[in-house]
């Protein structure tokens, strides 16, 4: 059952100016925002929450349905128990999510850890989804040498008590190098507004639970094997590809169409809002 929220006090509706719902899958309840009408396009980011997608929402929302959810324990949605701090939690709310609106066809939108988390959802509802948009995010189990340490580093112990008292990277990411480049003082703030103590230990948990969740890198595996005969899109920051995920997309999805913003780092919906749905918006989108 889902039910209409009352927006925080912290975040003030002009911020976030979408309704916000809330969604009990029965292990949690999550926060999701349904807007706009036309072919559906559903959003997921993890580690972050929904704001980074606020701009692309509002240039898409007249022609398209647009869907948004928190991961859980993240955003707006219902802080968990570390147990429920894995990606396979994040896999379990976009599939209660997309059977509770009846979604069918959607393009799926994912970023950061939305990528092997989005995957594994098509992997159990591979009819909720027409086609994959990457925005800077990988769909496969971590190797080689840098991404698993960087996973592991941010997903530690030490790493997660210090940003817990500290809210480095929260502040750092909210910056003009991360999700603020275009965004105002209300906004920035309401970015880190929703970064509690319980939200930061989340998210480094989800950055450990990406490199060991053996699970989620299968899981991930099929769904990426049932996308592959669909439409698929990728998009990076011209200066945010430092791993070389744009091109084992590539390996992986050779009919794939590949898109670099220009001046832009990890965030490119937020360095080039109107760019990135412009690209969205041209995909090959099904009439609902």
Same mark, same amino acid.
């Given at each position: 059952?889902s ?8 975040l003030d509706?002009?911020?976030w100016?979408?309704?916000?719902r ?13 807007v ?11 580690p ?15 022609d ?33 999510l ?14 950061d850890l ?5 995957l594994?959802?098509? +992997?159990?509802?591979?009819? =909720?989804?027409?086609?994959?948009? !990457?925005?800077?995010? $990988? *769909?496969?189990?971590? %190797? ?16 997660r ?8 990277l929260?502040?750092a990411?909210?910056g ?33 639970d ?10 991930a +595996?099929?769904?990426?094997? =049932?996308?592959a005969?669909?439409? !698929?899109?990728?998009? $990076? *920051?011209?200066?945010? %590809?430092?791993l070389?995920?744009?091109?084992r ?11 670099s ?9 937020n ?18």
């Amino acid at each position: 059952m889902s039910v209409q929220l009352q927006h925080p006090q912290w975040l003030d509706p002009k911020v976030w100016p979408y309704p916000i719902r809330s969604l009990d899958t029965g292990n949690f309840r999550i926060a999701y925002t349904d807007v706009g009408s036309g072919p559906p396009l559903f959003f997921l980011n993890v580690p972050q929450w929904s704001m980074v997608w606020r701009d692309v929402i509002y240039r898409l929302q007249g022609d398209f349905r647009c869907i948004s959810l928190d991961a859980p324990g993240l955003g707006l949605s219902e802080r968990v128990p570390p147990h429920l701090q894995r990606l396979t939690a994040v896999r379990d709310a976009v599939v209660a999510l997309t059977d509770h609106i009846g979604v069918t066809m959607a393009t799926l939108v994912v970023h950061d850890l939305g990528g092997l988390s989005g995957l594994a959802a098509a +992997a159990h509802r591979p009819d =909720a989804f027409h086609q994959l948009i !990457a925005v800077n995010t $990988f *769909g496969w189990r971590p %190797d080689g040498i840098l991404l698993p340490i960087m996973l592991r580093l941010f997903g530690s112990a030490p790493v997660r008590w210090l940003d817990a008292a500290t809210r480095l990277l929260p502040i750092a990411t909210s910056g003009r190098f991360g999700v603020g480049r275009k965004m105002d003082h209300p906004s920035r703030r309401a970015y880190r507004q929703a970064f509690d103590r319980e939200a930061i230990a989340t998210m480094h948990r989800y950055f450990a639970d990406a490199a060991r969740n053996g699970q989620i890198h299968r899981e991930a +595996a099929l769904g990426l094997e =049932a996308m592959a005969s669909r439409p !698929a899109i990728t998009v $990076f *920051g011209a200066w945010g %590809d430092y791993l070389g995920f744009a091109r084992r997309w590539r390996r992986r999805l050779p009919a794939l169409k590949q898109h670099s913003i220009p001046r832009s780092f990890h965030f490119p919906m937020n360095d080039d809002p109107e760019e990135v749905a412009t690209i969205i918006a041209k995909a090959d989108h099904p009439q609902p």
